[in-house]
């Protein structure tokens, strides 16, 4: 990386990195998509050693986008073991300085108690600032709350109308729960047609989730006419993902001979692919098949 002896020159292009970094984490969290791996792929396309950015960073603390990188690193095990609580500190350091993504892996932390004693208020109260901001994950974080009922009182209509914001937003998640939410007609009026178009949009999105309910609507006629064959693709697509539910889908058509061609030995492959992330059906398959 740093290859120009003028180290101006270093640390302005260093720094560049490490902004433009910083944008790939927030824009892949809002699309509530696991971030390392686009930073990695970042670092390898731009020749960049993780280990001399890492080193760089404990050395350069001087802007909130550094302190936060630096934070992140820690958090997910970049050139780092994975520290938690180190990387706590450094969030909130920035958050408190309005730094956005720093709010939101402080809400992240209280939420799962990851380097803190778990506090969900205080998550919610992180996330409400980045949903009143216009930020998807903020507004997503705030959906599912409502949904599940996490520190707050369950309220459907509550969690819909966040889903919807975040959806709009680009969280893929979003649209996938929102979809659920119009399918079964939880919060918000059944409408198959609307729950097919969110599945539709978070798959184009390549939301392994999205994918296997796109193929679910397909399978059963959701909003959609009934294709075999297409869920059969769409299910291989996610199962490829490794959706445990997708593989258990791909799993029966193969044993059933439903929109694809019957085979028992694929069958009992993609079985297996579920079964070992913990799925039981796919368990109490392989018992039978194996007899």
């Not at 993902?241 to 929109?259: C, D, P, R």
């Amino acid at each position: 990386m740093t290859t120009n002896n003028d180290n101006d020159i270093s640390s302005e292009y260093s720094s560049i990195i490490v902004n433009e970094i910083v944008d790939t984490i927030f824009k892949e969290v809002n699309k509530r998509i696991v971030p390392k791996p686009y930073v990695l792929d970042y670092l390898n396309n731009h020749s960049i050693n993780s280990k001399e950015i890492y080193n760089w960073l404990l050395n350069n603390q001087n802007t909130l986008n550094f302190i936060f990188l630096l934070g992140y690193f820690n958090y997910v095990g970049i050139e780092t073991i994975k520290n938690h609580k180190k990387a706590f500190n450094l969030f909130i350091n920035v958050s408190e300085q309005d730094h956005l993504l720093a709010q939101c892996y402080v809400g992240e932390c209280y939420e799962f108690g990851n380097g803190i004693t778990e506090n969900v208020k205080l998550a919610f109260q992180y996330y409400e600032k980045l949903a009143n901001k216009e930020y998807a994950i903020g507004q997503f974080k705030l959906g599912w709350f409502y949904k599940t009922g996490l520190s707050v009182k369950r309220d459907s209509k509550l969690a819909a109308y966040w889903y919807k914001k975040a959806a709009n937003n680009g969280n893929l998640v979003a649209m996938f729960n929102l979809g659920h939410l119009y399918k079964d007609g939880n919060g918000v009026n059944k409408d198959n047609q609307k729950a097919f178009e969110l599945f539709k949009k978070s798959a184009e999105g390549e939301y392994s989730g999205g994918i296997s309910m796109l193929g679910y609507c397909y399978e059963n006629g959701i909003g959609i006419n009934i294709d075999k064959r297409k869920a059969a693709e769409l299910y291989q697509k996610a199962a490829n993902l490794g959706n445990v539910i997708s593989q258990y889908n791909l799993a029966l058509m193969y044993e059933k001979g439903n929109g694809i061609e019957k085979d028992s030995d694929k069958a009992i492959y993609w079985y297996e692919k579920s079964a070992n992330q913990g799925d039981k059906d796919a368990q109490n398959k392989l018992n039978i098949l194996k007899i």
